[in-house]
């Protein structure tokens, strides 16, 4: 039983990517759309009151979108909503000595909890910060378009002087990254649970508040080594 337990367990792994991607869906759409939006419009504010002069600002807003506002936004939409079940979950299960008990049967809670939640995370956040680039820069773009005066052929002629396939490969492995530590976090707080309802939510609280820290701090690393690659 215990050899069965410790095979990688596919079925479990999908039903965390479920959990992950197509709970998530929504929610990630609705806020970065309205994250695409402001940014746009605070970025032609500023450039008129700065240069006296917008015509950058699809560019540069493309650029801001792809290189860092959707995949930030979308980690730390996972950390509060899937990390925050992840810690509540395996501390539930800590308290309660089912943890103990996959111990006793000889299986790693590791193996059995983890590595799907870690796998699943990882694969979820990837195509969720893909949708969410894309539905960015379509928010950015209908915006341009109804208040800027930029038509959607000005903004993509605009957003190609900026942007360069290399800005969507270092979202994904932003993001690849932001998936593989949000879970481990979690699971972390979650293992180290204590007994009753306060340690829970103690555990699910912290899990949130450090894996965002996390997710803060990994992003400006990886720009700072990506800026070397420009």
């Known amino acids: 039983m215990a050899a069965k337990a410790q095979q990688f367990r596919w079925k479990e792994t999908f039903e965390q990517l479920y959990f992950v991607?197509?709970?998530?869906?929504?929610i990630i759409v609705f806020c970065v759309c309205f994250a695409a939006m402001v940014t746009i419009l605070e970025s032609s504010f500023h450039m008129?009151?700065?240069?006296?002069?917008?015509?950058m600002v699809p560019g540069f807003a493309a650029m801001l979108i792809l290189r860092e506002l959707a995949a930030v936004v979308t980690a730390l939409l996972l950390t509060s909503r899937v990390g925050a079940g992840i810690a509540a979950e395996v501390g539930t299960m800590q308290v309660t000595e089912q943890i103990d008990a996959l111990k006793m049967l000889g299986i790693s809670p590791t193996n059995y909890l983890v590595i799907p939640r870690l796998v699943a995370c990882i694969?979820?956040?990837?195509?969720?910060t893909i949708v969410a680039n894309m539905t960015c820069i379509f928010s950015a773009m209908a915006v341009s378009s109804s208040y800027l005066g930029y038509t959607p052929a000005l903004f993509i002629s605009g957003m190609k002087r900026f942007?360069?396939?290399k800005d969507l490969i270092f979202a994904i492995i932003k993001a690849a990254c932001f998936g593989a530590?949000?879970?481990l976090i979690s699971c972390y707080f979650g293992f180290r649970c204590e007994a009753g309802a306060e340690g829970v939510g103690r555990a699910t609280t912290n899990s949130v508040v450090v894996g965002s820290m996390a997710v803060i701090v990994i992003d400006f690393?990886?720009?700072y080594a990506f800026s070397y690659l420009y």
């Open 181 to 183: 530590v949000i879970p």
């Open 123 to 128: 694969l979820g956040a990837v195509l969720l």
């Open 48 to 55: 008129k009151l700065v240069i006296q002069n917008d015509s």
């Open 221 to 223: 690393l990886l720009s």
């Open 21 to 26: 991607g197509n709970g998530s869906l929504i």
């Open 163 to 165: 942007v360069q396939f």
